[in-house]
């Protein structure tokens, strides 16, 4: 297989996985939102912005990895898709629990969760 191929192929793991566990677990809670009748949680742009602090992380990590020549040699289309899907998943994990540390989580739910924004709040 040749290196360009499995270096999109571990971009593409990338990108997906910071896609994944950014959009994924925000669904999960507006179906259940809706399903318990409450009103739809909006969403934040600190979840834009972790996912793309992420994506950029996790694309220099992978182009890291892959760019040298023996790992991408010793390398498979599906191995190199996995561990940069899971390596952004971590990644975007990670960034998101130092957001929730460093956030005002009130005015967080307050903003999600009502039509009220942010300044009223604080």
């Known amino acids: 297989m040749s290196d360009s191929i499995i270096q999109v192929i571990a971009l593409l793991g990338a990108i997906l996985g910071v896609a994944y566990r950014t959009y994924y677990p925000y669904a999960d809670k507006v179906k259940e939102m809706e399903t318990q009748d409450q009103s739809v949680l909006k969403w934040l742009h600190k979840y834009t912005f972790t996912a793309v602090i992420s994506m ?10 892959y760019s040298n ?23 975007n994990e990670l960034l998101n629990r130092v957001s929730y540390k460093v956030t005002n989580r009130n005015i967080d739910k307050q903003a999600s969760t009502s039509d009220t924004s942010v300044e009223s709040v604080k």
Do not use: R, Y
């Open 56 to 65: 950029v992380s996790s694309v220099v990590i992978a182009l890291g990895v």
């Open 69 to 91: 020549i023996s790992v991408a040699q010793n390398s498979t289309v599906t191995g190199a898709f996995i561990q940069t899907f899971l390596a952004a998943i971590g990644t």
